[in-house]
């Protein structure tokens, strides 16, 4: 399986305005020319009007103060509520974050290999008004490994994801996927579409083999000269060669950079790599015996999940495959969003979240 993959508060200008050092030029007419006055030279008397204007400035600086620490304060006090852990599902330890609160959201990462990391901090933006539950899946991040390969198939990831929807009490859900992960969602929507209350397909990959291979071309298309040199550098580094993280998510970075529209975002990736990467990695090869070749498109006609599509318009995947599985799945609106390709909550962030609110919010009760 081919991998497929401000606010800014401003205080600290008006603290340095209301704390700057007054300059006071004074003119003395009986110093010799070319003389500099001194402090103890020049007197200096201060006018009423002075005495107000310096009240005045002690008043504003007090204010900024006071405004600096109250919104600081509030915006630690607004930090999304966070919980972490592990469950035990179908035999795998599975690791979980949840952050938000509200209304449940499972979210499934890419891959396959990845992690939830890079989701955030950009998804943040939704847990003021979701609960946000991430997990890594098995063989995946900080999540354990099946014992063998035989634990390596679709039908065990698709019952992992059925599996943390139980473990949380969840009677039915809303589903977001991403990538690798939308594979993996369509699978479970076919085989337990009656827990579910939305689909929402991020950047997902097509439930048809054919339309990822061409994906896969555009972005080896997209791939520069100065991406293979940065690549060489990265994988003849010994950081690299031993599979320490940091090298790894710099490896990945570059590779990711064709599936951006504006490349420089490729930057904005939260990737981490845990030791038995590798390992892991090795493992979940098998999972190309089910996803070398296959066509899903026949059997997306039973869904009746509403469902919501969404693609950045710089998006490798062709556009005809886009609009193929908006007309696949009935109950389904396909959104296209400009200038951002592959992470739209990276590149696109306020479109993204709009857009998930308003899908959500038209749901029927």
């Known amino acids: 399986m081919k991998r497929l993959f401000d606010t800014h508060v401003e205080f600290a200008r008006c603290f340095t305005a209301c704390n700057s050092s007054q300059i006071v030029i004074l003119k003395e007419s009986s110093l010799a020319p070319g003389e500099l006055p001194s402090a103890r030279e020049v007197s200096y008397r201060m006018t009423v009007l002075e005495r107000a204007l310096r009240i005045i400035s002690k008043a504003a600086y007090a204010l900024c103060l006071a405004l600096f620490f109250s919104v600081n304060n509030g915006i630690a006090s607004e930090k999304p509520k966070f919980e972490e ?122 439930p048809s083999s054919a339309d990822n291979d061409a994906a896969n071309r555009t972005l080896q298309s997209r791939f520069t000269r100065q991406d293979s040199l940065d690549r060489a550098k990265v994988m003849q580094s010994l950081a690299f060669q031993k599979r320490e993280s940091k090298a790894l998510a710099e490896f ?89 390709g592959h992470f739209p909550f990276i590149e696109a962030p306020q479109d993204f979240v709009v857009n998930v609110k308003s899908f959500l919010n038209r749901l029927p009760e």
Not at 172 to 178: D, I, R, T, W
Not at 186 to 192: R, V
Not at 272 to 277: A, G, K, M, N, S
Not at 296 to 308: F, G, H, K, M
């Open 85 to 206: 852990g592990t469950k035990q599902i179908n035999g795998v330890t599975l690791y979980y974050k949840i952050i938000g609160a509200g209304e449940p959201i499972v979210i499934l990462h890419g891959g396959p290999g990845m992690d939830h990391s890079y989701f955030l901090p950009h998804m943040e933006r939704l847990t003021k008004s979701y609960k946000l539950i991430f997990f890594d899946q098995r063989a995946s991040g900080r999540s354990a490994a099946p014992k063998d390969s035989s634990g390596i198939t679709l039908e065990n990831f698709v019952a992992d994801i059925d599996g943390i929807r139980a473990a949380f009490g969840l009677e039915k859900m809303h589903l977001m996927a991403h990538s690798w992960g939308g594979l993996l969602a369509l699978q479970y929507a076919l085989k337990h579409g009656d827990h579910l209350k939305s689909l929402m397909l991020i950047s997902s990959v097509s």
């Open 252 to 340: 990945f970075k570059i590779v990711f950079r064709s599936t951006f529209h504006d490349r420089k975002f490729a930057r904005q990736l939260n990737l981490t790599f845990q030791p038995d990467y590798a390992k892991k990695s090795a493992l979940l090869r098998y999972l190309s015996k089910e996803t070398t070749t296959y066509d899903w498109y026949p059997q997306l006609a039973a869904l009746q999940t509403p469902t919501l599509i969404m693609y950045g318009e710089a998006e490798a995947l062709p556009k005809e495959a886009m609009h193929k599985l908006n007309k696949s799945i009935k109950d389904s609106e396909l959104v296209i969003l400009k200038y951002c």
